[in-house]
């Protein structure tokens, strides 16, 4: 009986892995660049790769590319991404090697998080 219900569960196991897909994303694909030090996975299914070459967001056939402008406040504050969370709002955190950057997906814009801007460092 433990032998057949051993079995039983060795094979339901292996049946869930059958349809496992994976594929090489990479430069050629739309990827920013090769390097990427960060991937999240959002509660839309979205992928998001932090690069050193911009935040990348990926929807299973192409990718969207979001770097840092120069002047431009909305945009993210710097391009080398190293991490990404996502809170309870479905807004993404971006930690860059410029700071913190809170990306609104609704409105499709970054606000740049100020960390030391804080009345205790003045007295």
């Known amino acids: 009986m433990f032998t057949l219900i051993c079995c039983c569960i060795f094979q339901f196991s292996i049946g869930q892995f059958n349809n496992l897909k994976f594929e090489n994303l990479d430069t050629v694909d739309g990827l920013s660049s090769s390097t990427c030090l960060e991937l999240y996975q959002d509660t839309e299914g979205f992928l998001w790769f932090g690069t050193i070459d911009g935040l990348n967001k990926y929807n299973g056939y192409e990718f969207e590319i979001y770097r840092s402008i120069l002047n431009d406040t909305t945009s993210i504050s710097n391009s080398r991404i190293n991490?990404?969370?996502?809170?309870?709002?479905?807004?993404?955190?971006?930690?860059?090697?410029?700071?913190l950057n809170l990306f609104?997906?609704?409105?499709?814009?970054?606000?740049?998080?100020?960390?030391?801007?804080?009345?205790?460092f003045n007295q």
């Open 83 to 99: 991490a990404i969370q996502e809170d309870k709002n479905g807004n993404l955190w971006i930690g860059t090697n410029n700071g």
């Open 104 to 120: 609104n997906k609704k409105r499709n814009n970054f606000t740049r998080i100020n960390l030391y801007k804080t009345s205790f």
